[in-house]
């Protein structure tokens, strides 16, 4: 069994940045890929970034590229979603998530593990 938690999440102004981190505790870390997800108040739950397991390649969304991060430090068993050129739009409780098996990266149910969720939101 794997426990994911998020933090670093909160409020800040259009342009700030925010870093997310998921720390997973358990079976080992490396042996997983991890996406990042956000649900939006209304609105479905999208993949916003992926990362390979040993980091060699990730993926983006078309809304984020350019301006959010994904990376991870298998030591540690961590990873990170660095946000920058944050948008009102990017307001929504975002998730970590880890899976062994391939495919989409937005198929959610490909997904093994889920953190708890935390909350970005973006102000004018």
């Known amino acids: 069994q794997v426990q994911l938690v998020e933090s670093g999440g909160g409020s800040v102004q259009a342009g700030g940045s925010l870093r997310l981190s998921c720390a997973a505790s358990?079976?080992?870390?490396?042996?997983?890929?991890m996406g990042w997800f956000r649900q939006a108040p209304g609105k479905e739950r999208e993949i916003v970034a992926y990362?390979?397991?040993?980091?060699?390649?990730?993926y983006y969304a078309d809304s984020v590229k350019g301006r959010f991060t994904v990376s991870r430090e298998n030591a540690k068993n961590t990873g990170y979603l660095q946000m920058n050129s944050l948008r009102p739009e990017d307001t929504a409780v975002y998730y970590c998530?880890?899976?062994?098996?391939?495919?989409?990266?937005?198929?959610?149910?490909?997904?093994?593990?889920w953190g708890q969720g935390i909350q970005v939101t973006v102000s004018l």
């Open positions: 358990g079976r080992t870390f490396s042996s997983y890929g």
């Open positions: 990362i390979y397991r040993s980091g060699s390649s990730t």
């Open positions: 998530a880890i899976r062994s098996a391939g495919g989409r990266y937005s198929n959610q149910e490909s997904y093994d593990y």
